[in-house]
Structures are given as C-alpha cells and as structure tokens.
C-alpha cells in the first residue's frame, strides 16, 4: 500500500492503463505536458546512455553526466526514479524481465545518493509502452506498478505517458508518439529526445539479451564515473550467417515484439549485434 497515484495512497495497483486513467484523469494533462515539449538530439558528450535490460543512476554533482536517456522504446517502458530532494535520479530500460529485482534496485540507489542532502519524497515517471494490438505494453505497465506497489517505501506517480496516451495512428496501425526520454540530471527536465549515438560498446550490451540475459543489469558505476558491462557469459550466435542473410523485414518479423513501428535503425543495429 505504498503506490501513490495524484496524491492518493492506494490500496490496489490499477489493473491497467485505462483504469488508471479513468480513476486518475490528470495522468492525461501530465502526459499532454510531456508531448508538448520539442525532442532533443542528444550527441554522446555528458550522455549515460542506458539500453534495453539495463539501468543507471547518477546525481546532479557527478562531473562526468549532464544527461541520462534511453530510447527504441515500443512496448517496452522507459522508468524514471528521482528523488525531489536530492535530484538524484535513476532510469532503466524495461521489457518485462527483471523487473522486481530491477525496481529494488533503482529506488536503493537513489537512495543512497540522495543521503545528505534534504528530505524529499520518491517520484516515478513512466514513458513508452504504446498500446500494441498483443498488449505486451499492457504486460510491462501492469508488472512495473506491481513492483513499485509492493515496495515499502511511498512512491509518487508523476507521469505515466504510457498506452493510449503514448499512441497515434499512422495510417490504420498504432504507433508511439515518444519512443525516447532524456532527463538533465542537474534541473530534474525530463524530455522527448532521440540518441544517435547508443554507445559505447552498444554491441557488446545488445549481445547480452540475444544470449538470453533475464536480468536489467546496472551498468553505472556512480563512485568511479564508471560505466560497466558484464560481467555475462557470451557465444557467438548459432546460425548466425543464416540470420544475417534475411532480409530486413525477416529480421523485424522475427525479432521485434512490434515489427509495424520499429525505427529504421532497426535492423542494420541487430545485424551489427549478430556479427559481434
């Protein structure tokens, strides 16, 4: 009993998005706020960027990161923790596995780099998770808000620009409105932004879940300014020169839970982790 939605501690996590919207209205205008704000391209200078199955948390004074992002989210959902006293802050990656251990995690690093500094409550931001026609989003919102719903500290749910409110039609399918989030670690801005450069070592990270990684692996290493990978047991991919020989739509159908709005960089980016 430790969720709270606009204000109000709650007895019951929202079953889903649409109830969640129905019983708290203002998530609309919070996530209406959001898409009002212009995307960012962020290059890799000050950047921690965080990628799928993966989580980082830093604080406004660490000298090596003005921002931490993550993007290609669909049905996954990008999650920001921050403590409103502090501004320490941390953002992982979510498609659904790992996430309770993960949230542990997110919200105990905050923690920590928020000792010292003046009292203030837990916020939770959630971004992506667009309404797909399988509901694997449905599947990642529903997991996540159980997590943080069990955890026992209060935790305030800020925004939840998820589902329908993350959802336009193009042409007659579904696709999302944000795929990506920066926040500046010094002010607390959250923001669409895109990433062009996923570094570094965006291979080796990526051939971490085809090899079947269930955990989000925390990959910031605060104290040292130091990002870390691993460590993970890797082999080279069974059949991959068949993989690589497919073609792009094959690759798309085959290996994305939403192959209709992937970004274009979709494919070349899985075809570079299979060589890896």
């Not at 923690?111 to 010292?116: K, M, Y």
């Not at 399918?173 to 965006?202: H, L, M, S, W």
Request: aromatic letters at 8%; hydrophobic letters at 40%; proline letters at 5%.
């Amino acid at each position: 009993m430790v969720l709270v939605l606009n204000g109000v501690l709650q007895d019951e996590c929202p079953l889903d998005t649409s109830t969640l919207f129905l019983q708290h209205p203002v998530y609309r205008d919070y996530a209406q706020q959001l898409h009002s704000i212009q995307a960012k391209s962020i290059g890799p200078v000050g950047l921690l960027y965080v990628g799928q199955r993966e989580l980082a948390a830093a604080a406004p004074h660490d000298k090596n990161i003005n921002i931490i992002g993550a993007d290609d989210a669909t049905t996954c959902i990008i999650v920001v923790v921050r403590h409103s006293g502090s501004g320490a802050v941390a953002l992982a990656h979510f498609d659904g596995s790992g996430v309770d251990e993960a949230v542990c995690t997110m919200v105990s690093r905050v923690q920590e780099l928020a000792l010292g500094y003046p009292e203030g409550r837990i916020e939770l931001q959630l971004i992506g998770g667009y309404r797909d026609s399988q509901g694997y989003g449905e599947d990642v919102f529903y997991s996540i808000m159980q997590s943080f719903h069990k955890h026992h500290l209060e935790i305030d749910l800020t925004q939840a620009c998820v589902g329908e409110l993350n959802t336009m039609l193009r042409g007659e399918i579904n696709c999302p409105i944000i795929y990506g989030v920066g926040v500046n670690i010094k002010t607390g801005e959250i923001f669409p932004a895109t990433f062009p450069d996923r570094g570094p070592d965006q291979q080796l990270r990526n051939a971490r879940i085809f090899m079947g990684a269930q955990t989000v692996l925390d990959v910031y290493d605060s104290a040292n300014g130091m990002l870390r990978i691993g460590p993970f047991n890797y082999d080279p991919l069974r059949g991959a020169d068949l993989w690589l020989s497919q073609t792009d739509e094959f690759l798309l159908q085959h290996l994305s839970s939403s192959p209709d709005v992937e970004p274009p960089h979709f494919a070349p980016q899985t075809r570079a982790t299979i060589r890896f």
